[in-house]
């Protein structure tokens, strides 16, 4: 899985390869459906950017919601973000500050 992780990023910002977002979106799902929290954070980016996929806010928040379970600040400050706005998930302002809040208690600075 590690491998995946790291082609991915390798992939992605064209480092020792050839930028490339279409292989770096499979290697992060990959890795995703594995269970690895950073990957279902990068992977609900992914799909909120459109980067190597469909953009859909809707499973944006699936994968951060994943990643945010396992106590990923970055998945739960941008869950934290879609509930604020709306996107992909109902809004809800309560929701949002509660992921806010567990984001900045891990010293996530954007939170």
Known sequence: ???QVYLGQM??????AAQDDSRAFVL???AAQQGHAFSQSNLGVRYE???????????AAEWWAKAAEQGNANAQFNLG???KEGQGVPQSHHRAVELFKL???QGYAPA
Do not use: I, N, T
């Open 1 to 3: 899985m590690m491998a």
């Open 11 to 16: 992939y992605a910002f064209g480092h020792g």
């Open 28 to 30: 992060c799902r990959q």
């Open 49 to 59: 950017l459109g980067k190597g996929c469909k953009q859909s806010y809707e499973l």
């Open 81 to 83: 973000f879609a509930y």
């Open 103 to 105: 984001s900045e208690a």
